[in-house]
C-alpha cells in the first residue's frame, strides 16, 4: 500500500481525561468530532514504539515511567462524577504523598545519561496528558523526536508551589524539571517502575522507546 493510500483514523474523544485530541483541536463534544471525523482534514503523526518487560505497544499521545503511571492506575479506578480534570488531580495529590522516589537511568539517541533520585520520566508525542495537564507545551508530533521530561527529586514544598503550573505547562521553568529532546528513550531502575501509555499501565522496567515516524494518519479540523 503507498503512503497516500493509508486509510485514515477518526478519533472520538472519550475517556477520562481525552487529553489526546486537544493537541490536534479535535473537540470533545460528540456532534462536533463527528464532523470532524466526516469532512476534516488528514494529518500524519509519528506512533511511540515501546519494548518492556511484558513485550511491545504503541502509542500516540504521551507515555510514562514512575509516578505517573501510579496515578493513570488510580484515576482509572475512581469514580469521573467531578470529570477527568479533577479526577487526574485528586489522584496526582494522593500519589504523590505515597510515592517513594527511586534512582532512575535514561539513556537519549546521542549519549545523553542521567541518573538520579526521580519521579517521573515523561516520553511525550503530544502536548496534553492526565486531563489537560500541558507537560509538554512544545512537543510536535510529526516532528520525528520525543519532548523527554525528567522530573527529578521534588518534595511536598516543590510539589505545592508547582503542581498548579503544570496545567500551563510553566512548570518547566522549575529547577528540578528538565526537557530534553531524542528519537529513541532508554529507561531502567534498580527496581521495577510502572509504564504507562496513553493513560493505561501496561508493564514495568526496563523500557525503551522508539519514534516511528508518520506511522499514522489522523483526521483533524481543515
Known amino acids: 500500500m503507498q503512503r497516500d493510500e493509508r486509510p485514515t483514523l477518526a478519533t472520538i474523544p472519550l475517556g477520562t481525561g481525552m487529553d489526546f485530541g486537544r493537541t490536534y483541536g479535535i473537540p470533545s463534544r460528540f456532534e462536533d468530532a463527528v464532523r470532524i471525523a466526516a469532512g476534516g482534514g488528514a494529518r500524519t503523526i509519528d506512533v511511540g514504539r515501546v519494548e518492556h518487560a511484558r513485550g511491545v505497544r504503541h502509542f500516540a499521545n504521551v507515555g510514562s515511567v514512575g509516578m505517573s503511571a501510579a496515578v493513570a492506575q488510580r484515576a482509572n479506578g475512581m469514580s469521573k462524577t467531578f470529570g477527568g480534570k479533577a479526577t487526574f488531580f485528586y489522584a496526582l495529590t494522593r500519589v504523590f504523598l505515597e510515592w517513594r522516589n527511586t534512582t532512575i537511568v535514561v539513556e537519549l539517541d546521542d549519549g545523553t545519561r542521567r541518573e538520579a533520585p526521580m519521579h517521573d520520566v515523561?516520553?511525550?508525542?503530544?502536548?496534553?496528558?492526565?486531563?489537560?495537564?500541558?507537560?509538554?507545551?512544545d512537543a510536535e508530533p510529526d516532528d520525528g523526536e520525543f519532548d523527554v521530561v525528567l522530573i527529578g527529586d521534588i518534595d511536598k514544598r516543590d510539589f505545592a508551589t508547582t503542581a498548579p503550573k503544570i496545567y500551563k505547562g510553566t512548570y518547566l521553568a522549575h529547577p528540578k524539571v528538565e526537557l530534553l529532546r531524542s528519537r529513541s528513550v532508554a529507561v531502567d531502575a534498580p527496581e521495577r517502575l510502572p509504564i504507562e501509555l496513553d493513560g493505561e499501565q501496561v508493564g514495568t522496567t526496563p523500557a525503551r522507546f522508539e519514534v516511528v515516524p508518520r506511522a499514522l494518519q489522523i483526521r483533524v479540523p481543515s
Open 122 to 137: 515523561i516520553v511525550a508525542n503530544g502536548r496534553w496528558h492526565g486531563g489537560a495537564m500541558l507537560l509538554a507545551p
